[in-house]
């Protein structure tokens, strides 16, 4: 016997009964209670979609309560540690994980794909010389539409395969040309000897050395915090990606209002924030009053809480581990020993713990960026390159899944109605 849920409309006495599937009632179902019988129907209010779920997923699976993030039922802990971008970037597009045959080839073709049309260089040229990395990158990730047409017929596989590999493959080329345009150096092209992670540092950081070589740990370090930001399932910026995609618009398209929903400071901008935080603490002595004014209610404190993880957030203790890791090559940035202090208060102090507000991945990866040379500018950039693997796992399932269609959500009108118009001579 499925489970049902049973409700009754006070309003008119009537009871109605609706399945309930995957701990979900379905919303088109609420339409049949009615008071009367040309009324539209029930609708649920869910301003920010807080609890209303729009899809059936299996790419990425959350427990907040009790800390769990997995890619494709992989713990994010295993993949952090063992596992490389590439191969979790075919794992979320592919749903297993690849053959060494598959792995190799798919390297292969991400490495070959990393270029990008010389018009391109020309259009970033045309942004004013201190335009965000984001904003660039927003409009580059748009303008690659026009350079593969063949992109629209997203139905055929061969076709959707081979745009989501110039994605992937040219997201960092993009990220890295913006950024040296906003500081006035030429651009440095991909090298194709070169790791995914240490090519995107090749073309960031190279400047008159014949060839630049990354630091491996470097490289591995960016690696790592690529796989951290791959995916979260249905976030702000993997929402729009799949809205706009609905639309059957192309990838590109969809990628660059993913990235712009991304821009957005409540998105992401929260490790900047963090580190604005641990700046504007200054010491370590000046910890603790710092977290009572927090208390007080004057400020919220910065990286700490997430609204899906209520216990502590996977991904923090890894990149924790991974700072320590990244300051044995850069030095120690100042910043980790006020962050590890105000961790350490926190998860100590009742108002914090009752209100399970637990370091989150954005406490220590805008440290780990900075001790790497990234400017702030760049974080939202750096989270961009490694969740469109993510992006693009959710705009493919949402194509393929015959229940989705294009995205239209219902508005509760509260406005005026019933108006005659007035001349405007005749309004005061």
């Known amino acids: ?71 494709r039922g992989y713990p994010i802990e295993q993949l952090a540690e063992q596992s490389s ?61 026009t350079f593969y047409p063949d992109a629209k017929d997203a139905t055929d596989p061969e076709t959707r395969h081979l745009q989501m590999t110039r994605l992937i493959a040219k997201f960092p080329t993009l990220a890295a040309f913006a950024y040296r345009h906003s500081i006035g150096w030429r651009p440095s092209y991909p090298d194709n000897e070169l790791s995914f992670a240490g090519n995107f540092l090749n073309m960031m950081w190279k400047t008159t050395e014949l060839r630049y070589e ?42 660059a209002g993913a990235v ?29 009053d710092y977290v009572q004014r927090a208390k007080d209610g004057e400020f919220r404190l910065m990286g700490f809480g997430h609204r899906v993880y209520k216990n502590f957030d996977p991904r923090a203790a890894v990149i924790k581990d991974l700072a320590h890791e990244v ?19 926190a998860l100590e102090d009742d108002y914090f713990v009752d209100r399970k507000l637990y370091p989150n991945v954005d406490f220590y990866s805008g440290i780990i960026y900075q001790a790497m040379g990234f400017p702030t500018s760049m974080f939202p950039v750096l989270f961009a390159i490694g969740r469109i693997p993510g992006w693009l796992a959710q705009w493919q399932e949402n194509l393929l899944d015959p229940e989705q269609a294009i995205a239209r959500p219902r508005q509760v009108y509260v406005g005026e109605r019933n108006r005659d118009f007035v001349p405007m001579s005749a309004r005061s």
């Not at 008071?35 to 427990?63: C, Q």
């Not at 976030?235 to 398209?253: E, V, W």
């Open 1 to 71: 016997m499925a489970d049902t849920l049973t409700i009754t409309d006070n309003r008119t006495g009537r009871t109605y009964e609706v399945d309930i599937t995957d701990d979900t009632i379905s919303a088109m179902d609420l339409r049949q209670i009615k008071v009367a019988d040309d009324d539209f129907g029930m609708l649920s209010y869910d301003p920010g979609f807080k609890n209303t779920a729009s899809t059936r997923s299996d790419i990425t699976y959350i427990d907040g309560a009790a800390g769990i993030l997995e890619y």
């Open 85 to 145: 971008f590439l191969e979790v970037a075919w794992l979320l597009m592919h749903g297993e994980l690849p053959s060494q045959d598959e792995y190799d080839q798919w390297t292969y073709d991400i490495t070959h794909h990393t270029f990008v049309h010389e018009n391109m260089k020309d259009f970033i040229d045309g942004f004013h010389h201190d335009a965000h990395p984001m904003g660039m990158l927003v409009s580059t990730v748009g303008a690659l539409s």
């Open 214 to 255: 990354p630091d491996p740990v470097l490289a591995k370090a960016m690696d790592r915090l690529f796989i951290l930001h791959a995916d979260h399932e249905q976030n702000c910026s993997t929402t729009t990606m799949r809205t706009i995609g609905s639309s059957d618009a192309d990838p590109y398209s969809a990628a």
């Open 260 to 288: 712009a929903a991304l821009y957005g400071p409540k998105h992401g901008g929260a490790n900047e924030a963090v580190l604005r935080m641990l700046e504007e603490i200054g010491s370590v002595d000046e910890v603790p």
């Open 327 to 345: 300051f044995e090559v850069t030095g120690k940035n100042p910043l980790i020993d006020i962050a590890v202090e105000l961790e350490k208060i």
